[in-house]
C-alpha cells in the first residue's frame, strides 16, 4: 500500500502569511494526488486535483505542485477562511490512502 | 448542481448490521466512479471503498474487506453500502464522494454518522 505522509501536522500563522504543507508518497503517484480543506463540523472541501488544477470556485491564492512523490499546497495570503485541516489523497492506486491531515491554526 | 445526499446511520450493536445509502442529483451516476469515505470523529479521513461506473470494478480498504459491500443502481442514481459484522471501531462519519475523472474525489456529501456500541 501507498503511505501518504503531510509535513508539518500542524501550523500557526497569521492572515497574510504564506503556508506552505508538504506531502509525500511512498512511491511514485504521477499526478494522481488531490488536496482537501475540512473545517470542524463540516465535510471536506475539495480544492486541487491531479496535483495542480485548481476546483472550480476555489481561491487562486491556493496552489498546488509536484509530482512522483513530492507535492506542495500553497495558500499565497492566508485568509481568516482558511484556518482548516488540510489532507492529501493519492488516487493513483488502490487502496487510494489519506495523509494524515495538516491543522492551519491561529497564531 | 452536483449533490450527493447520504442516509442510513445510526446506533448499532457490535456484531450488527446496518445499509447506507447515498442518493445522487445533478448529474448521470452512471459516468461516474463513487467512493465511500470515512472519518472517526476528531480523527483523519480514511477511504474505504470505490466502485466503477457500472460496477465492474470494486476496491475495498483492508479494515472493511469481507464485512461491507459496496454497490450501485443507476437507474434511481444511488449508491449503497451494506456493512455487517459491524465493530466498535467502525464508528465513524461516512461520507459518499464523486469525482469528474477516474478515481479522484470533487464533489462530498454531508456525511451519515455510524455508532457501534452496545
Known amino acids: 500500500d501507498i503511505q501518504m505522509t503531510q509535513s508539518p501536522s500542524s501550523l500557526s500563522a497569521s492572515v497574510g502569511d504564506r503556508v506552505t504543507i508538504t506531502c509525500r508518497a511512498s512511491?511514485?503517484?504521477?499526478?494522481?494526488l488531490a488536496w482537501f480543506q475540512q473545517k470542524p463540523g463540516n465535510a471536506p472541501k475539495s480544492l486541487i486535483y491531479?496535483?495542480?488544477s485548481l476546483q472550480s470556485g476555489v481561491p487562486p491564492r491556493f496552489s498546488g505542485s509536484g509530482s512522483g512523490t513530492d507535492f506542495t499546497l500553497t495558500i499565497s495570503s492566508l485568509q481568516p477562511e482558511d484556518f482548516a485541516t488540510y489532507y492529501c489523497q493519492q488516487y493513483n492506486i488502490s487502496p487510494f490512502t489519506f495523509g494524515p491531515g495538516t491543522n492551519v491554526d491561529f497564531k | 448542481e452536483v449533490q450527493l445526499v447520504e442516509s442510513g446511520g445510526g446506533l448499532v450493536k457490535p456484531g450488527g448490521s446496518l445499509r447506507l445509502s447515498c442518493a445522487a442529483s445533478g448529474f448521470t451516476l452512471n459516468n461516474y466512479i463513487m467512493n465511500w469515505v470515512r472519518q472517526t470523529p476528531g480523527k483523519g479521513l480514511e477511504w474505504v471503498s470505490s466502485?466503477?461506473?457500472?460496477?465492474?470494478?470494486?476496491y475495498y480498504a483492508d479494515s472493511v474487506k469481507g464485512r461491507f459491500t459496496i454497490s450501485r443502481d443507476n437507474s434511481k442514481n444511488s449508491l449503497y453500502f451494506q456493512m455487517s459484522s459491524l465493530r466498535a471501531e467502525d464508528t465513524a462519519i461516512y461520507y459518499c464522494?464523486?469525482?469528474?475523472?477516474?478515481?479522484?474525489?470533487?464533489?462530498w456529501g454531508q456525511g451519515t454518522l455510524v455508532t457501534v456500541s452496545s
Open positions: 491531479a496535483a495542480s
Open positions: 464522494a464523486t469525482g469528474k475523472g477516474g478515481y479522484q474525489i470533487d464533489y
Open positions: 466502485i466503477s461506473n457500472i460496477g465492474s470494478y470494486i
Open positions: 512511491q511514485g503517484i504521477g499526478s494522481n
